[in-house]
């Protein structure tokens, strides 16, 4: 019925649209201008099965009367002004529009409206929460605290929910020339995002009790960012200064939640205690979700023509990111604090809140870069490039004292550590030489040299890092029509010293080698461990006919980490391509790529638990003392992705067709195997594979444009979609996991599964759609 | 100039010669690093992507962009995916940005024409490239996780992805690479009933650690040490 009236209300636009259009002139003149452009307007009957939600993931397929593009160009006879309007999907989810203006050589003026949807889950998540900005309530609460209680309530309770976001960006961009030397360039832009999208929230200690409440994060964003600049132009030289300002408000800064757990009563009725435990502890929790903040940005960039066929290039810029929030008291539980006990806890007597030392961050990150490129080309044939480059994140934002510790998830006295924030910083220099040289008509040739040196500050394991980098590219170009593309890289990273003891510095209460032994000595993290990087691309078009060009590719990085016993040992990525585009007749072209790619990895990991025999101990234990519980594990993500096509003017000048097809199957395994019995540990879990994910993806796309009249076209379109997923750490999701969870009885039983509650939504649920387009389209 | 340049495909004229009339005008602004770019030291010639004497698209792109009421496809993915095969096709993964829906493009996030900047970035470091969209992540916060300071893509292949949220190792993997030095992580975790009494975890399911850790890029909680609140 609803494909009915939107066909029905489709042929009625389209139909009038239609008789108002023919009467119209192909070009409009307008005393010294001139304007043209063209609207386009049909229906999109459609046939959808499934979940549809990643079929309008960034994009908005409504069963009614569309307006997919609308074209406005005015031109002055004396071509010295222009404007020009594009509007996509006027009125939809996903419009956008642009106005340009200007006047050729001396101003241009622009402004940008445009949306983009983000659809997460729109069938099939619910939510027992009345959600009101920030503020989660619950009307009711489980009759019990066992999982079947829970279960009961929750499958009572909960309601449908859109997991969905918007984005809405306008933006207006000014650009001036008023001499040939100077150009004055602004912009102001607006971006509001909002929506909710799924969030993980807890209450209770880890390890222990504890129950899990998904809840949906409400996002309310809004940034301003504003951008001047200048720049002139001199004879061999240009000079530019540029500032940016971005400032970023969340309009729900907090979020404050229900506990569906603490059973003693709803809203007021609601009684707090400090301890945790199935049926009391808090009555809710709170995040602290992103906080304002702002970014300032000075930039300034010079180069200069310099003797000997030599240019200089170079950048300075300095920022200010700035965030002074102010911090959120350690919890919401009325049962901390000092003094009488309040009648919302159950408590005997308050429990004491840990000290912190300020009330906010004063954030303040000074980021600086520096940059001097020289390119030279005096010798024939000849090019030489040596560059610098200077990045400092310099971190100034003070470091916070919390000398008892925090109050984990609203619950139990302060923590024992004495803890310091850390405001983290790290400086990198890259330094690099390029010396290129054609050694024939047909081949050039280019050594490259680049060396990294990272700095970090101590909350990190290794301070500082030299990264030594080096390899030659090829251009081969034996005829003008035939090029290939060979690059090889080596790239070697040092780690000297890493020591995963480092973060004492973060845990006052802790000895270096406490925490060096607590982080396990031999574990190196991917980012910071020694490194051997080999990197090899290749690259063909061939044009062996004006009307024939193939390409091909072949992409390949591997990462080797040779000092890695705990950790990422390796990962390798390759990736062939193939394609063409062949226009065989003056009315035919047909286009076709085809890709593959590779992922591979490989980790070493160790369980730490407290051993009955065999194995020492929890931090004495080794991969090499303990390789019972020592356990691997490797993946790879493999995908093929292939994209076809044709192109064809059936009857010249008159109709037109498009043939598309686009398909990719991606797959991701992870392999696992260690972790027996033997070393002793109670209640062993092995290691073992995961179900493979799938995802398959399918598109055909057939558009047929005809030339009713001169300035008047009849498009069609058929478009099919499908896509399908196999993902069992998702597709198993629901609101209750209680029976999914591990059974009772079984070595890891945990009965707080059994009390948590998730939105039960599957991101990524299969689909199928046909949807048709039946419109016009005219040019005036 | 010396003499006729011709820009025909094939015709053997050198990207030096060919761009150098283009280049009288357009050598600042956007193009200010051209000389210093890797285009230009592989020898692409500006026609190599543009048209000088046809109106095509905005940026005078040889391409078109191909507007359906189904989606856009613009006409810049075309064009630099004529080279960066990889890239074009990891636009067609099941996670990826909305680039093949037309909403966003190469140029938002890189200078085809040269920059400073890693890999022609337009902004100075990899976060700042995302946090031109993403500016909640930007902090500072109280509580840093310094890896998603020093590189989104540490986690992150903004280009697409097979896993969800554009994860470069499926979760729980992706954390585990670098927390298995206490408590739970360390544990290997099953996703499935591997036997009667061993069945799924919620340390695998769904979002796996972020089931719990959900604020992992950065807490500004006095609590929010380990990312839970």
Partial sequence: MRRGKALLLSSMSVTTFFLMVTLSPAQVDLGNYTVSGSIEVGGMPSHRSGNTSKLEEYRDLPETVVVPQIELFLDSKKKDFYLELESLKTGRDDQSYRLRAGRYGLLDLEFIWDQIPHLFNVDNARTPFSMNGGNYTLSSKPGGTTGANMRDWVNDNAQPVDLKL??????????????????????????????????????????????????????????????????????????????????????????????????????????????????????????????????????????????????????YSYGWRLQNDSFLPFTRNTCYGTGTVPASCADGALTALPAISRGSLDGDVRPTMINATLVNNYFKDVGLKASYRYYDFDNRSKRVLLPDGIIVNDQGAASGDEYYS??????????????????????????????????????????????????????????????????????????????????????????????????LAELRKFDEAARDRDKFSFFTQISPLENLTLHGGFDFTSDRYPRTVIGVQKDIDYAPSLGFVYAPLDWLSVFGDYNWERFDWRMQAIARNTGAGGCPDLTARTAENCPAATWRSRGNDEIHTVKIGTDMEVIKNLLNVRFQYGFSLGSSEVRASGNSAASGDSGVVPAVDYPTIVNRWHEFLAR?????????????????????????????????????????????????????IFLGDQGKGSYQAHIGFVGLKLKF | MGGLITFRKGSGESAEAQNEPCLGCHQRGIQTYWKASPHAS????????????????????????????????????????QCHLQRKAQLMRSSHMPMREGKIVCSDCHNPHGSPNPAQLKQTSVNENCYTCHAERRGPFLWEHPPVLEGCNNCHEPHGSVNDRLLKVTDPRLCTQCHIHTRHPGTPRPLSRVSPTVGPSVFAFNRSCTNCHSQAHGSNHPSGKFFTR
């Avoid at chain 1, 990264?467 to 005829?479: K, L, Q, W």
């Fill in chain 1, 166 to 315: 918007y984005n809405g960006l306008a933006k207006f961009n000014l650009r001036y020339t008023p001499t040939p030397g100077w150009t004055f360039t602004g912009s102001y832009g607006s971006q509001n995002s909002a929506g909710g999208r799924a969030f993980g929230a807890y209450f209770g200690p880890s390890p222990g009790s504890y129950n899990i409440t998904e809840l949906v994060e409400p996002l309310d964003y809004q940034t301003h960012n504003i951008e001047l600049g200048s720049e002139y132009a001199g004879k061999g030289w240009t000079l530019g200064l540029k500032y940016n300002a971005s400032l970023f408000h969340n309009n729900v800064s907090t979020l404050t939640w229900d506990n569906p757990l603490n059973t003693t009563g709803v809203g007021s009725g609601c009684t707090d205690s400090a301890t945790y435990a199935a049926g009391t502890g808090p009555c809710r929790g709170r995040f602290d979700l992103y906080p304002s903040n702002q970014a300032h940005t000075l930039t300034l960039t010079g180069t200069a023509n310099l003797p000997f066929k030599t240019n200089f290039m170079s950048t």
């Fill in chain 2, 42 to 81: 592989r020898g692409i010639a500006c026609v190599n992507c543009h048209t000088l004497m046809e109106k095509t698209s905005g940026k005078q792109l040889a391409k078109m962009t191909d507007v359906t009421p189904f989606g856009i496809n613009r006409a810049e993915i075309e064009v630099c995916g």
């Fill in chain 1, 422 to 519: 850390f405001p983290y910083s790290y400086a990198k220099q890259n330094l690099g030489f390029d010396a290129s040289y054609k050694l024939t008509r047909w081949l050039t040739a280019k050594l490259g040299y680049g060396w990294e040196r990272m700095h970090r500050e101590y909350a990190r394991e290794l301070l500082n890092s030299n990264e030594h980098s080096f390899g030659p590219t090829f251009d081969v170009r034996p005829t003008p029509w035939t090029l290939f593309r060979i690059a090889y890289k080596r790239s070697i990273r040092d780690a000297h010293d890493y020591d995963a003891g480092r973060n004492a510095a973060v845990e006052i209460g802790e000895t270096q080698e406490d925490v060096r032994l607590s982080r």
């Fill in chain 1, 704 to 756: 047929a444009e005809y030339l009713l009249h001169k300035n008047i076209s009849l498009k069609l379109g058929y478009y099919f979609n499908s896509y399908s997923s196999k993902d069992a750490g998702v597709d198993i999701m629901k609101l209750w996991m209680g029976d999914v969870e591990t059974p009772a009885g079984g070595p890891n039983f945990n009965s707080s599964i059994g009390r948590s």
